[in-house]
């Protein structure tokens, strides 16, 4: 008995090894398996090969912060609908996109609007994933987005430009240091948000300064969230122990943790009983009902939404403008025409800009050229049933992205013509109405479309129009470095600074 005991205990070191060895192969098989029949269930349409078996083809993009532009190389290659993925297309054609984006098409944002969510248990209409409470969350905040309840957005978006303004007259203007454009630009938009969304600046002008690192932390975070988009169950971690611990909470000192800080603050503060009503954004949500949770969601997801993306536009048609000096002439000179006819108040106002083709041009333009979230995937999945797009049957759950696409389409030589890479606003003015109306469309892509469109467009264009024309309207503005205009990269949305101007007064 003692000598077969013995025996089993050596041989048990190797029944180990053959149980692990063959439940390790038995994995790869598996997984080698599922490669394969989730290959062959895309295999009709065409794309790069490695695309079609890993992810990694994405992946590697991303960390090359290239993913636009193969885009753009994989759809005049390929045609309108791409395998990027082994469960990723992309498709360029904007009628199937706008079908699609239907609000009865029976698409639904997929997963991978997770990578937004800020707490465990709460969803912002961004992250809310199912279309009936998709529905239910939107009925409560379209209203404040629509304007309703509000004074004007427009008195928010003037005080906002005006603390820019002043900003730029009393720091840079006819003085010997230069501006960083891209940065005063977006403490410009964070301030502007502050007013339209909270009646309150939040104070990134008043100090000229990056309040508690929010931009510093936001651009250093942002390039992992992109890579980790294509692996949404990294976010699900997130939000365990002690995971947790990395994201920003509200009371931090430093980065997003600290605005929220700021606006749960100013949201206790409106909830307190007997406090003023204001007529904002803010009080338009309290008065459709949301709860304190959902508030502290939906303003976050402002920050995300609304300032990164308009100050990037603001920045990128001015840097086009002062790279076109036909273009930046041509455009003052229209804003001085209106103020000679008495058209142009100051500060302009919306109805007035929106009068004023070549302004539209430009900023139509600009957003074509560097649409603000070029390399946002923004997947859809394609519902129960599966459908048929551009000629090939997608199965349910097959996602299609309809943001990496923008750059792409914005850029075609195919619609805009050979000189698609050239900022030239006069395209739109040559342009007869079916045409531009189809040249906006496409460009207007950059915002979403139907049932997942924007919410705040509109406040956006106005934004945009402001800026531009108030800045052009009293300054000069010439690069310093014209080597090395500015610092810039792509991580979901365009990263910039250090773009340093010299500003003269007109
Ligand atoms: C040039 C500026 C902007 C661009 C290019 C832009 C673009 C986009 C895009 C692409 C989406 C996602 C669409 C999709 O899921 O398919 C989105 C969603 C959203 N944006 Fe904007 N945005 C801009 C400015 C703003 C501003 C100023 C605000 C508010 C202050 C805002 C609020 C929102 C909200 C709340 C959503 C979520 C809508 C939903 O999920 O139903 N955005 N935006």
Redesign the pocket.
Known sequence: MAFLASAWDESRPRVSIIVISSLVGLLVVASIFQRLQRWQQLRHVPGPRLAGFTSLWITWRHIRATIHEECKDVAEKYGPLVRIGPNEVICTDLETIHRICSFKSGYRKDNWYRIGRMSKDQDS??TTLDPELRREK?KKISPAYAGKGSDSFEHGVDRGIAILIDSIETRYANQSIPMDLARQVHFGILDT?GEVAYSKPLGFLANNKDMGNFLKINEETLPFVFILSNYVSIFKLLHKWPFNLLLPRAGDQVGLGAVMGFTTGLIDQRLRPGVEPQRDILQSFIANGLTREELVEEVT??FF??TD??AS?ITMTLLYLLATPSAYRKLQKEIGDGIAKGLVSSPIQDVEARQMPYLQACIREGLRLM???ATGA?YKAVPEGGDTVCGHYLPPGTRVA??SMVYAMGRSKAFWGGDADVFRPDRWLEADEDRRLAMTMTVDL???HGQ??????A??FMELSKAVAEILRRYDLSIVNPTHPLKIFTAIAWVSHDLWVKVERR
Request: charged share 5%; net charge positive; with cysteine.
């Open positions: 209409v961004f939107k948000l997801l402002q939404a609304g993306t308009t536009s649409p603000p979230l923004f309809t943001g950059a915002f979403g997942f469109g924007c919410l705040g467009k406040i956006a």
